[in-house]
């Protein structure tokens, strides 16, 4: 079992939509949780990041942790088509010396239809 | 300045070549990473420096030589590359060593192999 799954997908919705975006895990250890997303040809670009289980909200974007289920989610509210690209979940474990592990999912290619 | 900033953007060489991949920061962020991701694939975690030294290398073979000549720059020797070595390759730093906060990515060097 890999540490971080994540469907590929590809997700394709319609203007507006709501998209819900997931990943599980598998390793206790990870401790913070982020999500990148990633247009075509670009770098990822870190959209948010969160320790707790719990939501946290930046504008349409709602990151949702569930340590005892080992889940966590990304809500986008009225997508739109600028947010068509690949999601990619993250997870950071404490390795020793200072230092973090980061592990990534395989990413979901989402496409918003206008 | 919030940017990992990297060149060239686009690259081609013959597997005969040796080229070098730059990377800089003003953050003053004190990790600094290098990833390779294959189309439709997560980033691989290739090398890792903090504070200037090498802390991890993820058995990378010896064709791809990093060295970070101060705390702002990261580069990436490449010698006698192989057609599969042909990928998106993406510099990234942080505050720590693995984050815990999360990255941030340069747009990238597209390297092709031929």
């Known amino acids: 079992q890999k540490e971080v799954e994540q469907d590929p997908g590809p997700l394709s919705v319609p203007e507006g939509a709501i998209v819900s975006l997931n990943c599980t895990y598998s390793?206790?250890?990870?401790?913070?949780f982020m999500w990148y997303r990633q247009y075509s040809r670009k770098g990822p670009e870190l959209l948010m990041y969160t320790y707790s289980s719990g939501n946290k909200e930046d504008g349409r974007f709602t990151a949702q942790v569930d340590k005892s289920s080992k889940y966590i989610s990304l809500f986008i509210r009225d997508s739109q088509p600028s947010d068509s690209a690949t999601y990619l979940c993250a997870m950071s474990a404490y390795s020793g010396a200072g230092s973090y592990q980061l592990t990534f999912g395989k990413g979901t290619k989402l496409s918003v239809i206008p | 300045d919030t940017e990992v900033t990297q060149t060239p953007k686009h690259l081609v060489m013959g597997m005969t070549n040796k080229k070098s991949l730059k990377c800089e920061q003003h953050m003053g962020h004190r990790a600094m990473y290098w990833y390779k991701q294959k189309a439709k694939k997560p980033p691989e975690l290739m090398f890792v420096?903090?504070?200037?030294?090498?802390?991890i290398n993820e058995s990378v073979p010896s064709r791809f030589s990093p060295e970070c000549p101060n705390s702002s720059l990261l580069n990436l020797h490449l010698h006698a590359l192989q057609p599969e070595d042909s990928a998106l390759y993406l510099c990234?730093?942080?505050?720590?060593?693995?984050?815990?906060?999360?990255?941030?990515f340069g747009s990238g060097t597209r390297l092709t192999v031929v």
């Open positions: 390793n206790s250890a990870f401790q913070y």
């Open positions: 990234a730093s942080s505050q720590e060593a693995g984050g815990p906060y999360g990255y941030t």
């Open positions: 420096y903090s504070y200037e030294k090498l802390s």
